[in-house]
Structures are given as structure tokens and as C-alpha cells.
């Protein structure tokens, strides 16, 4: 422990951390008692989130020899690992399983010297630069930061809804198809995902239905084609779900439905119900520092720039327009450049 005078006359204690040199840390030797920091030093770049715009975030910044800090988060892997099979990522003319190309991009940066951390950014100060995070309730400081942290499953906010998640409720065929052999599921949703998930699901399941609240489809038209084409899929257009059954048994047995153009109600006996309606950016640690747009999806500010400089965007945290694996990796590798960039004009 040592003392510094401050400009006021008053004395600050201060703490001499005294820590082993790690390849690519630099050592900050003074910090502030109160900051009660467990971090080995000031990273140049941590990475939050690993999915397709973190790993390749990771993969750049390690390969410029930065010693990236990717933390996983509580999605390890991003939407990409509870997907199937990708056939639109360049490169791979058979197509590639998800959860495969995401390891391989981790399995790529570790090769640089990226390093992994299990656990998600709880708190952060970017008032001043080192920033400062809050992971699982270690503190650790950074130069740069790349906020890759994507976006989660959005519910529709049926009382009943959570009480079955795991019960019949789902919002990854990918990830609970297989449980509904030879069953009856429905699906809720528009998009590419809703699409995708019910495609997925016919490979089960006895009869699928696809009930969406619009009679347009924001999902592209090679997907919706497929899936207006398949003999298991019903459509239900105009229709939202107005409850989910059976809360007494524990387990989900039907819902029911309501055309929203002419009124009309009924029930439908389902034995699993998948939510497909989209995402909700994961940005509630930054709320109030960084800029964000109504929605909570971080307002670029150019490039992968954000509203503080050294703190960069990367992939469906920012990107409501793409939202697609190959735009998340450019986005990470932008954000990877730019971080590079600063810190070298800065002289680090
Ligand atoms: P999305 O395109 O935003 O679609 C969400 C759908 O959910 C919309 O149809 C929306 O209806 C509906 N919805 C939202 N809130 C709802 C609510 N409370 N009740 C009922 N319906 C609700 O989301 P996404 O399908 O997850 O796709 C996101 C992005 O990922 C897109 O860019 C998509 O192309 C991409 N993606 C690509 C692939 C692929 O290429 N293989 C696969 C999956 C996703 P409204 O239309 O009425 O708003």
C-alpha cells in the first residue's frame, strides 16, 4: 500500500499490484484502493461475446498480436450454435452445421493467442479509458472494448409462457426438435427463423403449424417457398396466440388462437409450442454509457464506432438490417481494425 498526494492536498491510498508478466499484458502498477481490481493488468482489446462477430473480432485482433480477452457470455457460441445446418456462409458449397463453424472460428483465434473466459460482463464503467468490467464479479481493465454480444430470443409475454419453457415451451428447435418425435408442435413467427424452425421440426414431428400475426412475410422468399411447399406445415396467417395450455398439468397440451381479422377463437391441441419472433439486443450493461436506439440495439456512430471512443460494435447488437452470420463476422472484423487502428495511433 502506498500513498499519493492528491491535487486537493488529500491523501489517496493507493494498492502496488505486483503480478507476473503475461505475454501481451502490460502492467499498470498504481491503481486506486477502492477499485478492488483481481485483473492482471490492462488488456488492449476484450471482446465481449463469441459468436460469429466476436471469434472474428478475436481472430483479427490476436493475429495483430493483441492478446485479445474474449468473453463467452451466456450464450456461448451466439445464435449460430443452436443452428443447424448453414448453407450461405461462403466457402462451404455443402453447407456447415452451426455449432461447427463457430468452433472453428474459436478454435482459429486460440491459435493467434486469443484467450477465453467463461462468463458475462455484469457491470461497466467506460467513463475513462482503461474501461473497466464487471465479469462474474471479477473487475478487469481494457484499452479497447468490442461489444459483440448479440441478441436473445424474444418471448411474446403469455402469462404461461415461462412457467412451460422446457415443459413444451421452446425457442430453439435446434436445440429440443428431437424431443417432439412423432408430435404435433406449433410456431410462431414471420421471419427467416420461424421458417427455419418449422422446417427443422418436420423432420419429427407428425404436423407442424406455422401461425404468424400478419398475412405478409418479413422471412425471404426462397424460405417461405419452402415452407408453404412442405406437406407437414400448415400456415396460419392473421393469427396470434392468446393462451397456452395446460399450466395445471405442467406441461404444454394446446393453445389457443384468435384470428385477429374476423375475431373468431378456438383451441388447438399441440404437445410443444416454439417461439420464432426475433431478438432483444443484449445491452443492458451499458444502458446510460453507450448510445442506444429505443429497441436497446447500439446506434453506430460510423464503421464500428459507438458514442465513446475505443468502444466498438460488432454483429446483431448494432445490426438490425442483416442480422446474418457472414455481416456479423465483417462486422467483427471491422470492429478488430478499428480497435488495431486507435491503439496503434495511440501509441501502444
Ligand atoms: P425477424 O425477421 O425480426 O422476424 C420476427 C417475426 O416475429 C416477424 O414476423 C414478426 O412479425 C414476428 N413477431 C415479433 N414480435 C411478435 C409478437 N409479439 N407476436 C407475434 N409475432 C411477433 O426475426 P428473425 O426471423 O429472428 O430473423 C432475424 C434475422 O436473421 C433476419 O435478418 C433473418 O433474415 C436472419 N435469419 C436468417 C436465416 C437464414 O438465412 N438461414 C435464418 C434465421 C434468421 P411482424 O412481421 O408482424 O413484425
Given at each position: 500500500m502506498r500513498s499519493l498526494e492528491q491535487p486537493n492536498g488529500e491523501q489517496q491510498e493507493l494498492l502496488v499490484f505486483v503480478v507476473p508478466a503475461a505475454r501481451g499484458l502490460r502492467r499498470e502498477p498504481l491503481l486506486p484502493a477502492s477499485a478492488a481490481l483481481l485483473?492482471?493488468?490492462?488488456?488492449?482489446?476484450?471482446?465481449?461475446?463469441?459468436?460469429?462477430?466476436?471469434?472474428?473480432?478475436?481472430?483479427?485482433?490476436?493475429?495483430?498480436?493483441?492478446?485479445?480477452?474474449?468473453?463467452?457470455?451466456?450464450?456461448?457460441?451466439?445464435?449460430?450454435?443452436i443452428t443447424s445446418l448453414v448453407e450461405n456462409f461462403p466457402g462451404f458449397p455443402e453447407?456447415?452445421?452451426?455449432?461447427?463453424?463457430?468452433?472453428?472460428?474459436?478454435?482459429?483465434?486460440?491459435?493467434f493467442g486469443a484467450e477465453y473466459v467463461y462468463g458475462s460482463v455484469e457491470?461497466?464503467?467506460?467513463?475513462?479509458?482503461?474501461?473497466?468490467?464487471?465479469?462474474?464479479?471479477?473487475?478487469?481493465?481494457?484499452r479497447t472494448l468490442i461489444i459483440?454480444?448479440?441478441?436473445?430470443?424474444?418471448?411474446?409475454?403469455?402469462?404461461?409462457?415461462?412457467?412451460?419453457?422446457?415443459?413444451?415451451?421452446?425457442?430453439?428447435?435446434?436445440?429440443?426438435?428431437?424431443?417432439?418425435?412423432?408430435?404435433?408442435?406449433?410456431?410462431?413467427?414471420?421471419?427467416?427463423?420461424?421458417?427455419?424452425?418449422?422446417?427443422?421440426?418436420?423432420?419429427?414431428?407428425?404436423?407442424?403449424?406455422?401461425?404468424?400475426?400478419?398475412?405478409?412475410?418479413?422471412?425471404?422468399?426462397?424460405?417461405?417457398?419452402?415452407?408453404?411447399?412442405?406437406?407437414?406445415?400448415?400456415?396460419?396467417?392473421?393469427?396470434?396466440?392468446?393462451?397456452?395450455?395446460?399450466?395445471a398439468k405442467n406441461e404444454v397440451t394446446g393453445v389457443k388462437l384468435r384470428n385477429v381479422a374476423t375475431g373468431e377463437q378456438w383451441d388447438e391441441a399441440v404437445d410443444g409450442f416454439f417461439v420464432a419472433i426475433g431478438h432483444i439486443p443484449n445491452t443492458k450493461a451499458f444502458k446510460g454509457q453507450i448510445t442506444l436506439d429505443p429497441d436497446g440495439y447500439i446506434v453506430s456512430q460510423g464503421g464500428a464506432r459507438t458514442n465513446i471512443q475505443g468502444v466498438f460494435h460488432a454483429g446483431d447488437v448494432q445490426d438490425r438490417t442483416y442480422r446474418q452470420a457472414i455481416t456479423a463476422a465483417g462486422a467483427g472484423c471491422m470492429a478488430a481494425i478499428e480497435a488495431e487502428r486507435l491503439l496503434e495511433a495511440e501509441g501502444h
Open positions: 485483473t492482471w493488468g490492462v488488456r488492449d482489446v476484450i471482446i465481449i461475446g463469441s459468436g460469429c462477430a466476436g471469434n472474428t473480432a478475436a481472430i483479427y485482433t490476436a493475429r495483430a498480436n493483441l492478446k485479445p480477452l474474449v468473453v463467452i457470455g451466456h450464450e456461448p457460441g451466439g445464435q449460430l450454435s453447407g456447415i452445421d452451426g455449432p461447427d463453424l463457430v468452433e472453428n472460428m474459436k478454435k482459429q483465434a486460440e491459435g457491470e461497466a464503467d467506460l467513463s475513462k479509458r482503461p474501461f473497466r468490467l464487471n465479469i462474474d464479479g471479477e473487475w478487469h481493465e481494457t459483440a454480444s448479440g441478441a436473445s430470443a424474444r418471448w411474446l409475454g403469455l402469462p404461461n409462457e415461462q412457467k412451460l419453457i422446457g415443459r413444451g415451451v421452446s425457442s430453439c428447435a435446434t436445440c429440443d426438435g428431437a424431443f417432439y418425435k412423432d408430435r404435433k408442435v406449433i410456431v410462431v413467427g414471420g421471419g427467416d427463423s420461424a421458417m427455419e424452425e418449422a422446417l427443422f421440426l418436420t423432420r419429427f414431428c407428425t404436423s407442424v403449424l406455422l401461425v404468424h400475426r400478419r398475412d405478409h412475410f418479413r422471412a425471404s422468399k426462397i424460405m417461405l417457398d419452402r415452407v408453404k411447399a412442405h406437406p407437414t406445415i400448415k400456415m396460419l396467417t392473421n393469427t396470434v396466440v392468446e393462451d397456452i395450455y395446460d399450466i
